[in-house]
């Protein structure tokens, strides 16, 4: 036996619910956990899965059990708040779940046939459009169903995506490539007439279609962005390491000497 036995799943589950409702207790509760709200804990929510993400991108996996436990108190935190007002629990949450993955996956539940990724996807469309039509939210544009809240980069590129679904979209990256460069003239007319308005929006232009040639490309733009930051970041380091005095000291000139040499070491 083993000295520490873990618990069962569902005693795991059931001690976090336990611990939550403790938390949220009026009668000796924590006092910040009593005040939060729906609306209040949504940045924490957010926070949380891009900390799961970050775990998965650094392939820290004793760090991505401990960020998922993390998403995993977020989801139990609104089921609490939600079963003190009545309108649902955290067993309903995980209901809802079950039966939604059984109804989308008919080729694994269910006597669909799918031969491959294609008739899945396929498939998995036609079932939540027919579970939009149910709950009174059709489509009526191709880009419906995209979340305002997204990360800008994947609302772009989720945007994109719905438009290319209809045909609407390049066939080729070469275009797209071709389209990056008009828009940095864009921005340079801009910047030189000086109009904050025009120089926002066609900056703007040129982050969407950048998304787009990386779309096209078979990049995920966010993961490239995030690994230019990364790489950033470990240079700047490498600067202030090279550096015998502080950064702010040092001119244009010297800079740019010490982020070289950093680049020959990085």
């Known amino acids: 036996m083993p000295d520490n036995p873990q618990p069962s799943p569902e005693a795991a589950i059931a001690e976090l619910l336990s611990i939550m409702a403790r938390l949220r207790d009026p009668d000796g509760g924590c006092p910040w956990?009593?005040?939060q709200t729906f609306d209040t804990v949504v940045p924490?929510?957010?926070e949380e899965a891009f900390e799961v993400a970050e775990a998965v991108a650094r392939r820290d996996y004793p760090e991505l059990r401990e960020e998922l436990g993390d998403l995993l108190l977020q989801v139990v935190f609104h089921s609490q708040m939600a079963r003190e007002q009545g309108l649902f629990d955290f067993a309903e949450v995980v209901a809802v779940l079950?039966?939604?993955m059984v109804r989308r996956h008919p080729h694994v539940f269910g006597?669909?046939?799918a031969?491959?990724?294609?008739a899945v996807k396929v498939n998995w469309?036609?079932?939540k459009a027919d579970e939009?039509?149910?709950?009174g939210r059709e489509h009526h544009s191709a880009v419906d169903g995209v979340p305002?809240?997204?990360p800008a980069l994947q609302r772009a590129c989720k945007l994109q995506k719905k438009a290319s679904k209809v045909g609407f979209d390049w066939r080729q990256a070469g275009p797209v490539r071709e389209q990056v460069g008009l828009e940095l003239a864009e921005l340079d007319q801009a910047l030189l007439e000086g109009d904050r308005d025009a120089i926002e929006d066609e900056l703007g232009d040129v982050f969407f279609t950048l998304v787009n040639l990386a779309r096209h490309l078979k990049l995920d733009p966010d993961l490239a962005l995030r690994r230019a930051s990364d790489k950033f970041e470990q240079r700047f380091r490498q600067v202030e390491a090279l550096a015998d005095a502080p950064l702010s000291d040092y001119d244009e000139a010297a800079l740019d000497g010490l982020w070289r040499e950093a680049k020959k070491r990085l």
């Open 33 to 35: 956990d009593l005040k």
């Open 44 to 46: 924490y929510t957010i």
């Open 98 to 100: 079950n039966e939604k």
């Open 111 to 113: 006597e669909v046939e």
């Open 115 to 118: 031969a491959d990724e294609s």
């Open 125 to 127: 469309e036609a079932i």
């Open 132 to 135: 939009r039509a149910r709950k």
């Open 148 to 150: 305002d809240g997204l």
